[in-house]
């Protein structure tokens, strides 16, 4: 069963508000400049960023009254790739996050697994692959997402993913949106880019690497620990290669990924059909949080056409915009199985560590549970929550 209910009543002292588009703006407070114009930057102007959140505002629940529910409150349990969720959200794959807390993506690992929600790990990550498995512990469900890195370094790839299953990772996601980074001119106005900062954050995979570590002694005579400025710049331009690969390579990912293989980053019908004839098992509607193309279509916008063309074929899930159980009410009500809670968690991994994040995700799916109940859905299944409990209301 789960504790979530209305836990503004009942769960006392909560380490910061309850009110979720506060976060951003308090953890402002708390961070240096150079993170907080890491989490909270956008590409270019923010149109793209600001479209995913008008983008909600456009559809509206239609909330039925005397919905005999059996005094059940909704029931949030999903069924994806063959495992059994008890909600329906994840931690989306955010790196670097030692910038945001001392113990980064460790306590962000650990929250998820206290809350029962997966956790994608970034190949941006500044802890190991085998540190945040231990972290995420052995209920922990975890997914790895890959920053991909060029065919020249095929061997490198093979590593990670290897590591990443022996890890206990089930899922790969694979970002297809960020084989460069984007124009992000908060970053640029701070001179500032997490994976060359001195203290090496956001490395941690390439460091700890074998087939990565071999090949630098092999081409600089020394550890990676005795040239870290140079190491950690060849690792940033292993896994941000800075060009894209073709459809034909995700062949090269299906025979060495034994598991369902997601893809992050799609945004088009065509581009959703390709990955149904690919055969992988999943997509991210997602637009990287409006960080990577300025100018760009919401992700919500998108996400209707995506599910009519491919839902019956894979799973779509969906991310950028997300801030409130509502926001994750439409998404699913449009055809998302899951969706992905990107910069929230991180805001309440600098407002409180781990307890801050346990209380992000706790806080969404209390909002979500409660928005269902009174507007008399009774669970998440498209069965009761779909376009039928919509109405667009503006254009
Ligand atoms: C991200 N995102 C991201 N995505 C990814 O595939 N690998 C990564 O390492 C990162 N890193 C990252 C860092 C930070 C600070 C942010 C804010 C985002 C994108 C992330 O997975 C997700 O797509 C968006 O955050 C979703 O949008 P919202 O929920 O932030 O609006």
């Keep these: 069963e789960t504790e979530i209910y209305q836990k503004g009543l009942t769960y006392s002292r909560p380490p910061f508000t309850f009110t979720a588009l506060d976060w951003e703006p308090l953890a402002a407070e708390?961070?240096?400049a150079e993170s907080k114009g890491y989490v909270t930057g956008n590409a270019g102007s923010g149109e793209t960023a600001r479209k995913n959140r008008l983008a909600f505002e456009k559809w509206s629940i239609l909330p039925r009254r005397?919905?005999?529910?059996?005094?059940?409150?909704?029931?949030?349990?999903?069924?994806?790739?063959?495992?059994?969720?008890?909600?329906p959200i994840a931690l989306a794959p955010v790196g670097v996050q030692r910038i945001f807390n001392p113990d980064g993506e460790i306590a962000s690992a650990k929250a998820a697994a206290k809350e029962r929600v997966p956790y994608i790990m970034s190949t941006a990550s500044s802890a190991s692959i085998e540190e945040v498995a231990r972290a995420n512990g052995p209920d922990g469900d975890r997914w790895f997402q890959l920053y991909w890195p060029a065919n020249e370094h095929d061997d490198i790839t093979i590593s990670i993913l290897s590591r990443a299953k022996k890890a206990g990772f089930s899922v790969l996601v694979v970002t297809l949106d960020t084989f460069i980074l984007g124009w992000r001119p908060s970053d640029m106005n701070n001179?500032?880019?997490?994976?060359?900062?001195?203290d090496q954050v956001g490395v941690a995979?390439?460091?700890?690497?074998?087939?990565?570590?071999?090949?630098?002694?092999?081409?600089?005579?020394?550890?990676?620990?005795?040239?870290?400025?140079?190491?950690?710049?060849?690792?940033?331009?292993?896994?941000?290669?800075?060009?894209?690969?073709?459809?034909?390579?995700?062949?090269?990912?299906?025979?060495?990924?034994?598991?369902?293989?997601?893809l992050k980053g799609i945004q088009t019908v065509a581009d959703a059909k390709k990955c149904v004839e690919i055969g992988v098992q999943g997509i991210v509607v997602s637009n990287h949080?409006?960080?990577?193309?300025?100018?760009?279509?919401?992700?919500?916008?998108?996400?209707?056409?995506?599910?009519?063309?491919?839902?019956?074929?894979?799973?779509?899930?969906?991310?950028?915009?997300?801030?409130?159980?509502?926001?994750?009410?439409?998404a699913m009500a449009l055809g998302a199985k899951m969706c992905l809670v990107?910069?929230?968690?991180?805001?309440?991994?600098?407002?409180?560590?781990e307890a801050g994040v346990s209380h992000v995700v706790k806080s969404l799916l209390g909002d979500l549970d409660l928005t269902l109940h009174l507007a008399g859905i009774p669970s998440v299944s498209p069965k009761v929550l779909n376009r039928d409990v919509l109405i667009r209301e503006a254009d």
């Design 30 to 32: 708390r961070m240096s």
């Design 66 to 87: 005397l919905v005999d529910t059996q005094k059940h409150f909704p029931d949030l349990s999903i069924s994806i790739f063959g495992q059994d969720l008890p909600f």
């Design 191 to 198: 001179g500032y880019n997490p994976f060359l900062r001195s």
């Design 205 to 262: 995979i390439g460091f700890t690497d074998p087939v990565f570590r071999k090949q630098f002694r092999e081409t600089h005579g020394v550890e990676v620990e005795d040239e870290q400025g140079a190491a950690a710049a060849e690792w940033t331009r292993t896994v941000f290669p800075g060009f894209s690969h073709n459809w034909e390579d995700v062949k090269f990912l299906q025979r060495h990924w034994d598991g369902p293989i997601v």
């Design 289 to 330: 949080g409006g960080r990577q193309t300025d100018g760009g279509v919401s992700s919500l916008g998108v996400l209707p056409r995506i599910v009519d063309a491919v839902g019956a074929h894979l799973e779509v899930i969906f991310d950028s915009g997300i801030r409130c159980g509502a926001d994750i009410a439409k």
């Design 342 to 353: 990107g910069r929230p968690y991180v805001y309440g991994l600098v407002l409180g560590g």
